[in-house]
T-cell receptor
Framework: GAVVSQHPSWVICKSGTSVKIECRSL??????MFWYRQFPKQSLMLMAT?????????EQGVEKDKFLINHASLTLSTLTVTSAHPEDSSFYIC??????????????FGPGTRLLVL | RKEVEQDPGPFNVPEGATVAFNCTYS??????FFWYRQDCRKEPKLLMS???SGNEDGRFTAQLNRASQYISLLIRDSKLSDSATYLC???????????FGKGTKLSVKP
């Protein structure tokens, strides 16, 4: 089956530092990758949609200059949280999809990255 | 109205019980619906898709009522391993993304 990995699985950092999270599709080419964020007892909320070779599309309220997304290849997307603050502490999850038409295609989720900013 | 509304629970049931979860959604144009399961501190995993005709997978039965914009999940003969949070999900975002409910927490006790 389709496997998506994320690295790191957890990270603790000081306020003001930048953190990069990688999302890789291991056995398929992902035309689209999604980045979600989940706060405790809340639903997964989409942050941005990333298509290989083009700029990411950010959801309303998500700062594109703070959450930098790069999707340089069909198997790798990265999310960089710049100048992280304690309120950025959350569970970040990526998902990947193979097809351009997404209605019928399952999204494959990575295991998530837990970020704690002190 | 929230995009997806679910009873947060928790539902505490004994092993062997039958439990039902409900969910309402706001986007009447959505075509694809799912139930996902999320264990504590883990990513969500697809449990089953939901079709208008209703579908069953072992002990799990899902139903979709488009007229009422309502989805249900029935779990029969619940097991300890069914303890998790069940997320009602549909394709509804402008980017083809999934829209998640907050989930309903189920705890199955011995």
């Amino acid at each position: 089956g389709a496997v998506v990995s994320q690295h790191p699985s957890w990270v603790i950092c000081k306020s003001g530092t930048s953190v990069k999270i990688e999302c890789r599709s291991l056995d398929f080419q992902a035309t689209t990758m999604f980045w979600y964020r989940q706060f405790p007892k809340q639903s997964l909320m989409l942050m941005a949609t990333s298509n290989e070779g083009s700029k990411a599309t950010y959801e309303q309220g998500v700062e594109k200059d703070k959450f930098l997304i790069n999707h340089a290849s069909l198997t790798l997307s990265t999310l960089t949280v710049t100048s992280a603050h304690p309120e950025d502490s959350s569970f970040y999850i990526c998902s990947a999809s193979r097809l351009a038409s997404l209605q019928k295609e399952t999204q494959y989720f990575g295991p998530g990255t837990r970020l704690l900013v002190l | 109205r929230k995009e997806v509304e679910q009873d947060p629970g928790p539902f505490n049931v004994p092993e062997g019980a039958t439990v039902a979860f409900n969910c309402t959604y706001s986007n009447s144009a959505s075509q694809s619906f799912f139930w996902y399961r999320q264990d504590c501190r883990k990513e969500p995993k697809l449990l089953m898709s939901v079709y208008s005709s209703g579908n069953e997978d072992g002990r799990f039965t899902a139903q979709l009522n488009r007229a009422s914009q309502y989805i249900s999940l029935l779990i029969r003969d619940s097991k300890l391993s069914d303890s998790a949070t069940y997320l009602c999900v549909y394709y509804g975002g402008s980017q083809g993304n999934l829209i998640f409910g907050k989930g309903t927490k189920l705890s199955v006790k011995p």
